[in-house]
């Protein structure tokens, strides 16, 4: 695996409908594209969850990370694109907004998803105790999208939060990127399990493969990250990824260690195993409890932001059990 693969820009992915056609056409340079500017306009055309928006979005999104092979760094602030992404924003926030039930109490949230649970139905169990190695693989790629570019979507938070908040932030991130050793950063242990998983480590190389619902899973993060607004969103988000990542994290080492699976895999998530669940004191104590001493008006949000990781994370797990129950890929072929 070359380290070139972990850091070149990714080409542009194939456009699936009228928006992402339009943003792909618009970055590729074609001499009459264009972007539909008018909020109504793109709410009328755009399902909350079509796979449409979702890859459009996410199209948008990358210009802030490492942008596509061919296209002017410079297009990252264009104006239109920018306009472009407020309007699908608003029609996936909306959603989430009408879908995602309301909360105002971030402790009893966190005591609530800290209650390990004896069993459950979700991909992660199922993974555990009966998925093949080819399931696995393919959850592998539905992941990739996330976890080739572990934390930073987190981070955009950082110089959003002050004081000891901040601090405790850092320190978690600090681990995301390995401690200070490249080799131990997240993504490049990713990449590590993708390439001994015999599957492909680029950058968004699956993108054209996965559903609305992969999509939709990452876009989430990067709608927290990108708006100051949603800041107490994209903390919640991340506190509630660390907090159950530790025991999740633990069923895929069981299934995993069953499948009889390269050590590279097995390694990604014993790391989080040990690592997340210090994570998640640092972020419940330090992290939380401070923003919300600080910004108590940003409690809600905390909590929308683990109650929406919640609602994005069961919608693709629905997506992709379904599917291996009809005996069929969740990828699309």
């Not at 080492?253 to 998640?280: I, K």
């Not at 108590?296 to 599917?323: C, I, N, Q, S, Y």
Request: net charge negative.
């Amino acid at each position: 695996m070359s380290a070139s693969i972990l850091t070149t820009a990714p080409p542009l992915p194939r456009p699936c409908g009228y928006l992402s056609t339009a943003i792909v056409d618009f970055l590729a340079g074609s001499p009459d594209a264009s972007l539909p500017l008018d909020t109504s306009s793109a709410s009328l055309v755009a399902e909350p969850m079509s796979r449409d928006l979702h890859l459009a979005l996410s199209v948008c999104y990358e210009l802030h990370y490492r942008g596509f092979v061919d296209v002017d760094d410079d297009l990252e602030w264009d104006p239109d694109i920018l306009r472009f992404r407020r309007a699908l924003e608003t029609v996936f926030l909306a959603y989430l907004r009408d879908n995602v039930e309301h909360g105002t109490d971030a402790v009893a949230e966190m005591d609530t998803l800290s209650v390990e649970a004896a069993s459950g139905t979700g991909p992660s169990w199922f993974l555990r105790d009966e998925g093949s190695w080819e399931q696995m693989r393919e959850y592998f790629a539905h992941r990739s999208l996330y976890h080739l570019k572990e934390a930073d979507p987190h981070a955009w938070a950082i110089p959003r939060l002050q004081g000891q908040a901040k601090a405790s932030f850092v320190a978690v991130e600090f681990d995301e990127y390995g401690g200070g050793r490249g080799e131990r950063v997240h993504q490049k242990l990713w990449a590590d399990l993708m390439a001994a998983a015999d599957l492909n480590v680029a950058y968004l190389g699956y993108i054209d493969s996965v559903p609305a619902e992969t999509l939709a899973w990452v876009n989430l993060m990067s709608l927290f990250g990108l708006h100051r607004g949603l800041r107490g969103a994209v903390v919640g988000h991340f506190a509630a990824t660390e907090i159950t990542s530790s025991p999740g994290s633990k069923r895929f080492v069981d299934g995993l260690r069953r499948l009889g699976a390269p050590t590279q895999c097995v390694a990604f998530y014993q790391e989080h195993v040990e690592a997340d669940a210090v994570h998640e004191q640092i972020l419940r104590l330090d992290v939380v409890a401070n923003l919300i001493r600080e910004e108590p008006h940003l409690e809600a949000d905390v909590v929308f932001g683990m109650r929406a990781l919640d609602f994005v994370e069961e919608a693709l797990g629905k997506v992709v059990l379904d599917a291996w129950s009809a005996g069929r890929s969740s990828l699309i072929q």
